[in-house]
């Protein structure tokens, strides 16, 4: 089926602002955004850039604004879209070439929540142990693959880019709810300070955006009730 | 073995270590839930069972001669200009970024919060009726 893909291109060092590519190409109805767009760059046009890596599903990179959603181009049919697709880079980054936008702000928040096992106790014997209830409990958040849907799907951090963002404290409820961590301080610490959660408006575009099905919106739930009960 | 993790400064300004912003969004969830019952019976009271063109000094006077109205209408102000002044701070604190507007829009903000509940309290305590 033939399918006409609208790109939103940028090339900084020749455009002054952002326009509208568009491309016909023929795919398969079973084929996913992300082999239209290696179609386009293969045959039509080698200067479209994107991020891709494992194309499928579990490396983060390839997300993007499909059809006005956040999504991950490896993981949409062509089949469910229909003959019209629309690609933008995520929102609220800014953007380095085409689909490619630059996401260092958002890995500094990520490491700011401290992401690793902190521990005071000197380690036992053999491992750590947790039993299947304790594992149960930060389950959804291991899911997370860091490709940054559920921020840039978040007002709050589109008006305010100091903002920890959902991703980074989805990542920080993965270790407060760890019963091995004992890093809960310093993580509440950050996490209830003006930038953290309470910047949250709960308007739940994180759980729409989720090409991991996690449930954004009800882990900082329980990082905010931490805070409040200062338990987790 | 212990291992020395060196941990990276992500160039965040240190937490303050303030629990303000918890306060602030605690009050909005019981003011918000106080406010449904409070702000519907006023409704209910002032427009639906009586009506503005029933609603005269007397009816006020006969309202304020006991003191459960004036409570009622002093919890109905204050927690109605509180949850919407912090509504208003969380907005500027949203999307005012640069530090004039933001230091001018909340002095602003305050002094009206501020005047509101003067004038509304002073009317509803010293109100006698004649």
Known sequence: ????????RFNPEKDEKSYWGEYDVEVEPTDRVLDGLHLIKWYQDGTLTLRRSCGHGICGSDAMVINGVNRLACKVLIKDLGKSITVEPMRGFRVIK?????MKGFFEKYRSIKPYLITDTP???KERLQSPEERERFDGSTK???CGACTTACPSFWADKEYVGPAAIVQAHRFLMDSRDEGKKVRLEILGDREGVWRCRTIFNCIEACPRDIDVAGAIADVKRAILFNKS | MKINMEVRNSGREKPRDSRFELYAWLFMRFSGVLLIGLALGHLVIMHLINNVDIIDYDFVAARYA??????YDLILLLLALLHGLNGMRTIVDDYVHPRLWRRVSLSLLYSFGFIFTVVGSYTILAFQPK
């Open chain 2, 66 to 71: 006991t003191p459960f109205w004036r409570i």
């Open chain 1, 1 to 8: 089926m033939e399918t006409r893909f609208k790109i939103k």
């Open chain 1, 123 to 125: 380690p036992p014997e």
């Open chain 1, 98 to 102: 085409d689909l490619v936008v630059d």
């Open chain 1, 144 to 146: 997370c693959i860091l």
